[in-house]
């Protein structure tokens, strides 16, 4: 089980947020969350940064797909013009 979560919001502009936050146990310079805003018309843009990025590349399979749902759900809540809330 991974020990670092993701928190998924949308800010005021209609952009995606995702915080990524590392475990405490980590042996890090700074402890400080991995932040991505990305426009709503960027998703593929949006995973292709996503897997660039290390923190990302550690995780287990099923934790990778619950962020992608999580983030295709944001997409919709934006594009629908509904609120979206993170399970």
């Given at each position: 089980?991974?020990?670092?979560?993701?928190?998924?919001?949308?800010?005021?502009?209609?952009?995606?947020?995702?915080?990524?936050?590392?475990?405490?146990?980590?042996?890090?310079?700074?402890?400080?969350?991995?932040?991505i805003?990305?426009?709503?018309?960027?998703?593929?843009?949006?995973?292709?940064?996503?897997?660039?990025?290390?923190?990302?590349?550690?995780?287990?399979?099923?934790?990778?797909?619950?962020?992608?749902?999580?983030?295709?759900?944001?997409?919709?809540?934006?594009?629908?013009?509904?609120?979206?809330?993170?399970?």
């Amino acid at each position: 089980m991974d020990n670092n979560y993701l928190i998924i919001r949308i800010d005021e502009q209609q952009n995606i947020e995702l915080h990524y936050f590392w475990p405490s146990s980590m042996k890090i310079k700074y402890n400080y969350p991995t932040c991505i805003t990305i426009h709503f018309d960027n998703l593929s843009s949006c995973f292709s940064l996503v897997s660039l990025c290390y923190c990302f590349n550690i995780l287990s399979t099923s934790h990778k797909l619950y962020i992608g749902v999580e983030v295709f759900k944001a997409y919709l809540s934006v594009k629908f013009s509904q609120s979206y809330i993170q399970e």
